[in-house]
């Protein structure tokens, strides 16, 4: 089959990649210039099933009303007329009950989890480069009382079968030495030692040039602008440059399907939660990060990435702009200076804020809805890069009519 995917994010380009694999001819389209240099761009690297919590929990309704009144809260809720934002933040504060919770975190998981056999099945057959650590990623903690805690919540995880660890002080430095400097402020962690980071920017485009090398076309610098539909099939694709036809089409368009979709009929619950990154130099820095990880009680996490460190931290409910100040990276560099002093030339940091395309659920949206031809990848929220290759070959099952391996009602809601 001739296939015309939408999106060249991580998403899209992991999706080309699958369905090529299942010998389609592939055309992918892509408004920027590069693959994966939206959402997929400055994200934290982290593939970690060990972090696959769902965002809408129990505790999220309190933190996002404190965030009204409060600065520097890792979780943010700036209110505004747009009607998508309530309807949203409605349904987000549906699933927030505990069994809502659990039962998407364990969806969550389970398609984690496999998304990680796929990716590791494609770097056993192809050789790629990307700044990768599988060392495992670290969970560190400040006072007993929250390390309790996150053990305790860690269990529905660990129940859902991921290896944890528990360490004390003496093991998370034997572990991480570069944490040294704040040694006597942390009192333990929980290690997913199968957990790994990456750059996903990195990696997106080198699988997209492995595509392109066997075949798939890849239209950058064109930009989908509408999608026409006759009944129940989709019968062409508008872009800047024409119209394109195929015998099916993948909407992996991250924070704009929701618009697209919409004009097709199709309501797809997306709304973007931002999230700010710092890329690092290391330079001649005596002591850079090792392994990545995550200081819990800031909520900002740390991936070395190569001669870079990537430094993450916050979810804003605040519309499309990926506008950002110095002054909102003042805690994350904070934080990341007194944790790693000699870890990066942190006077070199280069700002970048990007839109998690975020369900209610925290579920990505994957296979058709109301026309025969057309197939969604989307929805991927703060773990996309994480789940991106289990969707793919998920999808590609579905468009082959396969039984995928983790049947899809088992992964979405
Ligand atoms: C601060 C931050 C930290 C994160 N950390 C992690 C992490 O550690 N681990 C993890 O697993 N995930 C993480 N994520 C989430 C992850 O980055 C996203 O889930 C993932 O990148 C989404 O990929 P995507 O392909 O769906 O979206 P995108 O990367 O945004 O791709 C969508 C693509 O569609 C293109 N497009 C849109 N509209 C059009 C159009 N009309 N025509 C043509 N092309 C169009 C865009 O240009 C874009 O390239 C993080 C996200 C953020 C913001």
Same mark, same amino acid.
């Given at each position: 089959?001739?296939?015309?995917?939408?999106?060249?994010?991580?998403?899209?380009?992991?999706?080309?990649?699958?369905?090529?694999?299942?010998?389609?001819?592939?055309?992918?389209?892509?408004?920027?210039?590069?693959?994966?240099?939206?959402?997929?761009?400055?994200?934290?690297?982290?593939?970690?099933?060990?972090?696959?919590?769902?965002?809408?929990?129990?505790?999220?309704?309190?933190?996002?009303?404190?965030?009204?009144?409060?600065?520097?809260?890792?979780?943010?809720?700036?209110?505004?007329?747009?009607?998508?934002?309530?309807?949203?933040?409605?349904?987000?504060?549906?699933?927030?009950?505990?069994?809502?919770?659990?039962?998407?975190?364990?969806?969550?998981?389970?398609?984690?989890?496999?998304?990680?056999?796929?990716?590791?099945?494609?770097?056993?057959?192809?050789?790629?480069?990307?700044?990768?650590?599988?060392?495992?990623?670290?969970?560190?903690?400040?006072?007993?009382?929250?390390?309790?805690?996150?053990?305790?919540?860690?269990?529905?995880?660990?129940?859902?079968?991921?290896?944890?660890?528990?360490?004390?002080?003496?093991?998370?430095?034997?572990?991480?030495?570069?944490?040294?400097?704040?040694?006597?402020?942390?009192?333990?962690?929980?290690?997913?030692?199968?957990?790994?980071?990456?750059?996903?920017?990195?990696?997106?485009?080198?699988?997209?040039?492995?595509?392109?090398?066997?075949?798939?076309?890849?239209?950058?610098?064109?930009?989908?602008?509408?999608?026409?539909?006759? +009944?129940?099939?989709?019968? $062409?694709?508008?872009? &800047?440059? /024409?119209?394109?036809?195929?015998? @099916?089409? !993948?909407? =992996?368009?991250?924070?704009?399907?929701?618009?697209?979709?919409?004009?097709?009929?199709?309501?797809?619950?997306?709304?973007?939660?931002?999230?700010?990154?710092?890329?690092?130099?290391?330079?001649?820095?005596?002591?850079?990060?090792?392994?990545?990880?995550?200081?819990?009680?800031?909520?900002?996490?740390?991936?070395?990435?190569?001669?870079?460190?990537?430094?993450?931290?916050?979810?804003?409910?605040?519309?499309?702009?990926?506008?950002?100040?110095?002054?909102?990276?003042?805690?994350?560099?904070?934080?990341?200076?007194?944790?790693?002093?000699?870890?990066?030339?942190?006077?070199?940091?280069?700002?970048?804020?990007?839109?998690?395309?975020?369900?209610?659920?925290?579920?990505?949206?994957?296979?058709?809805?109301?026309?025969?031809?057309?197939?969604?990848?989307? +929805?991927?929220?703060?773990? $996309?890069?994480?789940? &991106?290759? /289990?969707?793919?070959?998920?999808? @590609?099952? !579905?468009? =082959?009519?396969?039984?995928?391996?983790?049947?899809?009602?088992?992964?979405?809601?």
């Amino acid at each position: 089959m001739r296939i015309l995917v939408l999106g060249g994010g991580v998403v899209g380009v992991t999706a080309a990649y699958e369905l090529q694999k299942d010998g389609h001819e592939v055309v992918l389209v892509e408004r920027n210039a590069q693959v994966g240099t939206e959402t997929s761009w400055g994200n934290a690297g982290m593939v970690a099933p060990g972090h696959s919590f769902a965002w809408s929990s129990p505790h999220a309704p309190m933190i996002l009303l404190k965030s009204l009144f409060l600065r520097d809260q890792s979780l943010r809720f700036k209110p505004s007329i747009d009607l998508d934002l309530w309807t949203w933040s409605l349904k987000f504060l549906f699933q927030c009950t505990k069994s809502r919770s659990e039962y998407n975190t364990i969806r969550k998981h389970r398609l984690a989890s496999y998304s990680q056999q796929v990716l590791h099945k494609t770097l056993r057959d192809l050789d790629i480069s990307y700044d990768r650590v599988d060392r495992g990623i670290l969970y560190f903690y400040r006072t007993q009382a929250r390390l309790d805690a996150g053990i305790a919540h860690m269990q529905i995880l660990a129940r859902s079968g991921q290896e944890i660890e528990v360490l004390d002080r003496q093991r998370v430095l034997a572990l991480e030495p570069s944490l040294r400097h704040v040694g006597d402020k942390i009192v333990g962690g929980i290690y997913c030692p199968t957990d790994e980071t990456g750059d996903c920017n990195k990696f997106t485009a080198a699988l997209a040039a492995h595509c392109v090398a066997n075949g798939a076309e890849f239209r950058t610098g064109e930009s989908v602008v509408g999608i026409d539909a006759a +009944g129940d099939e989709v019968v $062409g694709v508008r872009t &800047s440059r /024409g119209t394109l036809k195929a015998d @099916a089409y !993948v909407m =992996a368009l991250g924070n704009q399907s929701r618009g697209l979709a919409r004009r097709l009929g199709v309501s797809l619950p997306i709304y973007p939660v931002k999230g700010y990154s710092l890329t690092i130099p290391v330079g001649d820095a005596k002591s850079p990060p090792t392994i990545g990880s995550v200081d819990e009680e800031n909520l900002v996490a740390i991936s070395p990435f190569g001669d870079r460190v990537r430094v993450t931290a916050t979810a804003e409910i605040s519309g499309y702009s990926t506008a950002h100040r110095p002054s909102d990276f003042d805690f994350m560099a904070r934080v990341a200076r007194e944790n790693y002093p000699a870890g990066a030339q942190h006077d070199r940091a280069e700002m970048w804020a990007g839109l998690r395309p975020m369900t209610p659920t925290n579920l990505p949206i994957i296979g058709r809805k109301r026309h025969r031809n057309l197939y969604y990848d989307t +929805g991927h929220g703060h773990i $996309g890069w994480t789940m &991106s290759h /289990g969707s793919a070959r998920i999808l @590609a099952d !579905v468009v =082959a009519g396969r039984k995928p391996s983790l049947a899809l009602e088992s992964i979405v809601d």
